[in-house]
Structure formats: C-alpha cells, structure tokens
C-alpha cells in the first residue's frame, strides 16, 4: 500500500472529526469514518453508525456488524480484505437513517474515500447507500445481485443490510438472507478474479459462471 493512500485518509479522518456541517455532530460519541485496507477491489457501505458504532468509533460492530462479519467469512473474507464504510460519519438519532441533507452534508467525505481507495466495486448495503450512489428508486428486492454501472468504471453491487436480515431470519430458499449468502458467494468470485488481474468486466462475467 502506497504512503500516499495513509496520508490521505489521515487527512480526510482527520476532518470528519473536525465537522460541523450538520445537526448529527451534536449528539455524537465518535465520529466513524470507516476501517480497511486501502487497496481492496471492494468496499462495503452502510448507511450510518449505531450506537455500538457511535462508542467505539469503527463501523458494523453492533449486531449488524457481527452478522456482516459471519457473510463477510463464509466466502473466505477477512475484515480486513475490503474497506468499509458509511455514508454518513456521526449517528443518526434512534439509529434511523440518515436525511437526504446529512446525506448531502457528509458526501464529500464518503467520495474523498472512494477516490483514495479506488476500488472496483462498491457493495451498497441496504437502499440508503444504493440510492446514495444510484440516484434511482429500485427497490431492494429488485436490486440486490445485480451490478450497476457507476463512474470512472466502477460498478455498484447492491446487497441486503444485515440488519435488515437480523428482522428477517429465514435461511429458506429464496428468503433474503439466503440470497445475501449467494451475493457474497459471487462477489468473492469477482474479488478473486481482480486479483489475479482480470478487469472488472472480466470478473463480473467469471462470477456468472
């Protein structure tokens, strides 16, 4: 990993903590830029921190988090391996979600990230990263397995929120958190083809396989 990439996330977390562009820095604890390495392929993005999150100033630890982690290793993924991250920095009250304007105020941040880390995929966890990145109104159901153009030849991958799984147990065929097991399954197909220096197309087409 290249010192500039450090440097350059230093400088970005460094002024998440300094922000006050919007309300939610009044209630935080910490804020929760984000965590990984630098030169994945892929990042994870939620919507925003929990309160487990908010304490400790990293992101999905809370049950959501342990659950991520779980998918995360049952295709061969270590925390470690992506970058994840929110898109917004400070929790929102009562965890909702986040308001199109927190959303617009923290953006740069997010986007300061994705520049730095370059990656080829982003998995948008749940709609409210999806539709950050997509602009659209696809529904979830809709959505999810699916790669979507975005900008500079990256593709959006859009999966479940694991704490939306957490209220939807099921592991039927079919139930969401059976898909979420399948999605994970063909993003390490894709992760494994860019590693071995397929392009993202490439890769896309070997996880269809």
């Known amino acids: 990993m290249s010192m500039d990439k450090n440097v350059l996330m230093q400088e970005v977390e460094e ?68 970058y994840i991250a929110n898109v917004v920095k400070c929790r929102p009250p009562g965890n909702r979600a986040p308001k199109p304007e927190e959303q617009r105020a923290c953006s740069h941040f997010l986007l300061a990230q994705v520049a730095i880390i370059d990656p080829k995929v982003i998995v948008c966890l749940g709609g409210t990263a999806f539709s950050f990145f997509n602009g659209g109104n696809i529904p979830m159901k809709e959505a999810r397995g699916k790669f979507f153009d975005w900008k500079a030849g990256i593709k959006l991958f859009a999966m479940y929120h694991p704490s939306y799984l957490l209220r939807v147990p099921s592991k039927a065929p079919g139930s969401p958190k059976y898909q979420t097991w399948e999605d994970i399954r063909k993003l390490r197909k894709v992760y494994d083809a860019l590693r071995s220096g397929k392009n993202i197309e490439e890769a896309i087409e070997e996880s269809e396989i």
Do not use: M, Q, W, Y
Request: net charge negative; aromatic share 4%.
């Open 15 to 82: 002024r998440i903590a300094r922000c006050k562009a919007c309300p939610l820095h009044t209630g935080r604890t910490n804020v929760v830029p984000g965590e990984g390495s630098l030169d994945s392929p892929i990042i994870f993005v939620g919507e925003g921190p929990g309160e487990e999150e908010d304490l400790t100033g990293r992101p999905f630890v809370g049950k959501a988090g342990r659950l991520l982690d779980k998918i995360l290793e049952s295709a061969g993924f270590k925390r470690e391996d992506v």
